[in-house]
Structures are given as C-alpha cells and as structure tokens.
C-alpha cells in the first residue's frame, strides 16, 4: 500500500496431505490476541500515535478468511482501501487511521497485549 501501511503474504513453508504449515517472522513477546469477528462485522475505526511499543507498528496475522482495510494517513490525508486474503501479515504504523470490514467470518492474531491497545488507541468513529 505504502511505507505506513505493509501487506506481507505469508510464506509457505510445506503443504501436503494434512495441510498447509505458514511461516512468519515474530521478534515480540508477552501476551497477544486472538481475535475472531463474523462476516460484515467492523473494527477498528481508530489509529495509534505509537506511545505502546508493539502498535508501532501494530502487527496483525490473518489467520483465515478475507478482509478489507481502509486506512488514512492522518499526516498527509492518503486514504486507501484494500482487500486481504489469508494468510497475511499486515503493519500499520503510528497516525494511520484503519477500520477493519470482515468480508467473510475471519481469525487473526494481533502481536500485542490489551495494555498496549489500553495505553494507545484513540477512537475516531469519523474519518477525516
């Protein structure tokens, strides 16, 4: 998308029989989400100034289904909106306002505890 927002397929390590085995890099550690939200749900609507270390970026892994990301840069007003498949990696870096359409039922890990998302999400329920 651009430097503030990063979209990162996961790798595919093997896939036989049983299914699929996905790799993706990981240097945090401590307490996550895993987060579930049903098709048409919306979340988000909300960006991070980057005060918690893990929301800058804030890292989520789609773990199954597809979503759709709108994103405004909040320091150059660049709006985007894409559509994610699973399984991906996906960055948002501080001042980049998102909201979460699931396009279909969907799991995704966020790569950071509720203190850091306590410590620094800031609503904004309208864009800008």
């Known amino acids: 998308m651009n430097d503030k927002v990063i979209i990162t397929p996961l790798t595919l390590y093997a896939q036989h029989e049983r299914g699929k085995t996905m790799l993706f890099d990981n240097q945090r550690t401590g307490e996550f989400i895993l987060g579930y939200r049903v ?9 991070h100034t980057g005060a918690a270390g893990y929301k800058n970026p804030e890292v989520l892994i789609l773990i199954s289904g597809s979503i759709q990301l709108k994103t405004i840069d909040l320091d150059t007003k660049n709006e985007q909106v894409v559509m994610i498949e699973e ?40 864009t800008v």
Not at 39 to 46: A, Q, V
Not at 100 to 126: G, P, R, W
């Open 39 to 47: 098709k048409d749900s919306i979340s988000g609507r909300h960006y």
């Open 87 to 126: 399984p991906s990696c996906i960055e948002i870096f501080a001042m980049v306002w998102h909201e979460v359409l699931a396009l279909t039922d969907c799991v995704f890990l966020e790569m950071n505890s509720i203190a850091d998302c306590e410590a620094d999400t800031h609503k904004l329920e309208q």
